[in-house]
Structure formats: structure tokens, C-alpha cells
């Protein structure tokens, strides 16, 4: 098993190089950090071999790496003077050098001339199931020297190992990739889950309001009403509010001066009322407010401020008044359909001595 072959003229790659270098990217072993399982397998070698020097290379475009070595420096060379370059060209076999300083070709190479003083060589190539030869498993010595069969055997038996290293290796990276791109499409996943959420909550907070002016329609009162609304207990008081001769102002001046309007009033209702009261559209140019734990005179208050805020608001297009009828109940005792319809008839009051009014209702 003399290697008798190598390059007397210059180096070229051996043929299909290419496939064998896609199969060796495949590993993604090169530049990898050291692994224990290929640093025993060059102690191994050694041992069993009997030589100073033993290394695990893979034979890159135009360098050999050492994913392990001992008793070498450096954790590279260049490929066109590597022994393991020969080696990979001959699978099958294990590419025994005895005495590099008699062989006519290896004498010239610096490791063998220079101080590396390098004499005995043995390669046992790493190949892959597919019949790639990456890289060998070789060991290395000062001095001219020999290997009993079983020692042949045995590094042929460690290579194969570290072929199976690899492929292991090679497994563990994919399961890691295919964890990594499971991880990233559950993120994924829960994005557009909780952006659908978000867009659900948006929507469903669209549908309970009112487009024109930001409060709460009628779907919007129920679910706000909903449950234990005047829980708190005590006095609840509920306004209507109505703005007088509406239908003039849009008559006279145009529905989407009317529009402005409603707009501009809402703004003064949401203004007015506090944190814990509901203030809905309820219709055309009727607006409701709910105050929970509220007496007459605090909800009378309230709505003058309205009243007022708006009769003589600068940004209104044209004049405006408003009418109110304002009702109270005991949380716990009236329902709030009936109150409501009390506030409803003090608005009608309201509007009969003359708008531009508080009407509260008679308890
Ligand atoms: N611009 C505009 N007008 C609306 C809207 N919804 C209802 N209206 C109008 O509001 C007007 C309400 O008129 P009426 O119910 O007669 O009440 P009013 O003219 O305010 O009279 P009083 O309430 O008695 O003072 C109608 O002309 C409706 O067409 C709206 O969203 N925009």
C-alpha cells in the first residue's frame, strides 16, 4: 500500500472534486469549534498507531482544516502539498508513506525537507455513505517507520468512526434547523394570531361606536350597560339630551353642516362626563348620558355645562341649543328602561316650555 502516486507536476484537484465539495459543505464541519468526540478519535490514533502526531483533516477547495489534531501545529495547510489530498484520491485504501525522504515525489515537499522533518505517513480516508472522500484520519511521524496490519485496521476503523461522528453531527444540526424554523413559524403564528386578535378587538370596538361622533351607539349601550352597571348602589341619573330644531339646521344650511354639529356636540358630551359615565348616540340628534353613583343636582350640573359649553361655542357653524330631561333612580330599585323613559318625558317638557332647557324629572 505504498502510496507510489502523487502530483510530480504541479497539483490538480482529483476529478469530481466539486460533488465532493458540496458533500463536504453538506457537514458544515469546517471552521466548526473542536468537538471531544474528534479530539479522542486523534488520541485514539495515536495510541494505537504509536506515532507523536495524528490528525482528523477534511480537504477543502485548496486547504486541508484539521477539525482535530495532536503533535501538529496550525490548523491548516495548503492543499496542493497535503498528504491527505492523496489520500482522499484513493478511497479504498489506506495511503501508507514509510519513508517520505526516499519517495520520489514527497521528498520535495516542505513538511519533509523542512523542520517538520515529517517521514512517516498514513491516511485512512473518511467516506461518506454516498462515497464522498472528505478528509482522512491520519497519523503522522519524525521518523521513517511501519504499521502492523491491525493497526491499518484499526485506523480505517477510526475513520469510519468519524464518519459516523459526522453523520451524527450532520442529524443533530438538521433537528436543530427544523427546531429553529418550527420555533420561528409558532412566533410567526402567534404574531398574526394576536395582530388578528388586536384587529378583532379594533373592529369590535369600531362596531359598538358611533362613526360621526366617536360615541357609543346603541349596540355599544347594551354591552356597556351590561351586568352590574349601577352596582356601585345609590342614586343613578340618566340624561337626554336633544338638540333643538336640528332639522332646520340641516334644512338651512346642509347635512354636512348638520353633520358638524353632531360632531362638535358629541365632543362636548365626552368632555363634559366623567370616567365611569356612558355617553351615547342614541339617535339621529339624541344623545344619552348614564351616571352611576350620581344625584340630580350633580348630573344637573353636568348638563348645563353642556347646555351652556355649547349654546356658545365658538367653532359651531351656526347656533345651537339643546334640550335635556334628566332622571334619577335607585341602583338596585328602578330599571333603567323606566328611568330612562322619565328622562325621556322631562326632555319632551323641556322642549314644550321653550327648549334650549333642563327639565328634571319629578322622583
Ligand atoms: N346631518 C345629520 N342629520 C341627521 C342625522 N341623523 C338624523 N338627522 C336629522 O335630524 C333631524 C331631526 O329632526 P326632528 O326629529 O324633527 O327634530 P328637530 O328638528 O331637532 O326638532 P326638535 O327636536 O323638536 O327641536 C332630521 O331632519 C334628521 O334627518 C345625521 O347623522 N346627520
Not at 496542493?80 to 495511503?95: K, Q
Not at 330644531?245 to 366623567?274: C, M, P, S, W, Y
Request: glycine share 8%.
Amino acid at each position: 500500500m505504498t502510496a507510489n502516486l502523487g502530483p510530480s507536476t504541479g497539483w490538480s484537484p482529483p476529478p469530481d472534486d466539486q460533488r465532493r465539495l458540496q458533500a463536504l459543505r453538506r457537514y458544515r464541519i469546517l471552521d466548526s469549534l473542536p468537538e471531544q468526540a474528534f479530539e479522542d478519535v486523534v488520541q485514539l490514533a495515536t495510541t494505537i498507531c504509536g506515532t507523536p502526531q495524528a490528525v482528523v483533516t477534511f480537504i477543502d477547495e485548496d486547504r486541508q482544516w484539521f477539525k482535530a489534531s495532536r503533535g501538529i501545529k496550525g490548523e491548516e495547510t495548503e492543499r496542493g502539498i497535503a498528504f491527505c489530498d492523496i489520500a482522499i484520491r484513493r478511497p479504498d485504501e489506506v495511503t501508507i508513506v514509510r519513508d517520505a525522504s526516499q519517495h520520489p515525489v514527497f521528498r520535495n515537499y516542505p513538511q519533509v525537507t523542512g523542520e517538520d522533518h515529517l517521514r512517516f505517513y498514513a491516511g485512512a480516508p473518511m467516506v461518506t455513505p454516498d462515497g464522498f472522500a472528505l478528509g482522512s484520519v491520519c497519523v503522522v511521524d519524525v521518523v521513517p517507520r511501519d504499521l502492523s496490519l491491525e493497526q491499518v485496521e484499526s485506523l480505517r476503523a477510526l475513520a469510519r468512526m468519524a464518519v459516523a461522528l459526522l453523520e451524527l453531527r450532520q442529524r443533530e444540526l438538521e433537528a436543530q434547523r427544523l427546531l429553529a424554523e418550527r420555533e420561528l413559524a409558532t412566533r410567526e403564528l402567534q404574531d398574526y394570531q394576536r395582530s388578528l386578535e388586536a384587529r378583532n378587538t379594533a373592529l369590535a370596538e369600531e362596531a359598538r361606536r358611533d362613526s360621526l361622533t366617536g360615541l357609543l351607539n346603541r349596540g355599544g349601550l347594551e354591552q356597556a350597560t351590561m351586568g352590574g352597571f349601577w352596582a356601585g348602589g345609590g342614586q343613578f341619573t340618566v340624561a337626554v339630551l336633544d338638540i333643538d330644531h336640528f332639522k332646520r339646521i340641516n334644512d338651512n344650511h346642509g347635512h354636512a353642516t348638520g353633520d358638524d354639529v353632531l360632531r362638535l356636540v358629541g365632543e362636548q358630551i365626552l368632555q363634559a362626563v366623567r370616567g365611569g359615565d356612558v355617553a351615547v348616540r342614541y339617535g339621529g340628534e339624541e344623545f344619552l348620558v348614564l351616571m352611576p353613583a350620581t344625584p340630580p343636582d350633580g348630573a344637573i350640573t353636568v348638563i348645563e355645562r353642556i347646555r351652556q359649553t355649547v349654546a356658545s361655542h365658538p367653532d359651531l357653524p351656526v347656533p345651537v341649543t339643546l334640550s335635556a330631561g334628566i332622571a334619577s333612580g335607585q341602583a338596585g330599585r328602578d330599571a333603567t328602561e323606566s328611568v330612562f323613559e322619565r328622562a325621556d318625558q322631562a326632555l319632551y317638557q323641556a322642549k314644550r316650555r321653550g327648549r334650549d332647557r333642563i327639565e328634571v324629572a319629578d322622583d
